[in-house]
């Protein structure tokens, strides 16, 4: 009886620690997720505001400053239902511009157009790797929250469930290869 009871014990003990560790493993990928997408929102801002930047400081012809302007003026006032939208057609934007290499190559003729050039491509550099680790984290936690054991017990808690942010996030040719 003693011995039955000992090990009733032990296993309640064990289940409880592995319970307690996914549950704080389940809520480090929520923080992990969070982390991940301010990232995310700082490179999408410093995209958007290198590109409104450039825009207006008329080294562009004016066809292109417009493109750019709105594109990226419409990324920065998105709301969030809309946000992946917009940012994809900042990317659409940019590549529309910046498709071909002479035309980065008359930006960074105009004076002060090598440091612009060098800050929008650094910012078109980083949005791609923000989105993938966000993405990553969304996935790992989705991965633990499809368990039987996180489900049924609600390990998760009233957390909604974490949703991956898909853009188009293709660089510009002539912005691509630009080394750092």
């Known amino acids: 009886m003693t011995q039955t ?27 992990r997720i969070d982390a991940a997408r301010a990232a995310l929102d700082a490179q999408l801002l410093r995209r958007a505001s290198v590109t409104q930047e450039l825009a207006t400081s008329g080294i562009l012809d004016p066809a292109a ?6 594109a990226a003026h419409a990324a920065r006032q998105a709301e969030e239902e809309q946000r992946e939208v917009a940012e994809s057609e900042l990317s659409q934007a940019l590549r529309a511009v910046f498709g071909e290499p002479e035309q980065m190559d008359l930006v960074r003729e105009a004076p002060g157009g090598e440091e612009a050039a060098g800050e929008l491509a650094q910012a078109v550099r980083r949005v791609p790797m923000a989105r993938r680790f ?6 790992a936690a989705r991965a633990l929250r ?30 691509a ?4």
């Open 5 to 31: 009871l000992i090990w009733t014990v032990v296993a309640l003990i064990v289940i409880g620690v592995y319970l307690s560790w996914t549950a704080g493993r389940l809520d480090r990928l929520h923080s």
């Open 65 to 70: 400053s417009i493109v750019l302007y709105e």
């Open 146 to 175: 499809r368990h039987r054991t996180v489900r049924w017990l609600r390990l998760a808690g009233h957390a909604p469930f974490p949703l991956a942010f898909e853009m188009d996030d293709e660089p510009p040719v002539a912005l």
């Open 177 to 180: 290869d630009r080394p750092a």
């Open 134 to 139: 966000h993405n990553d984290a969304v996935r």
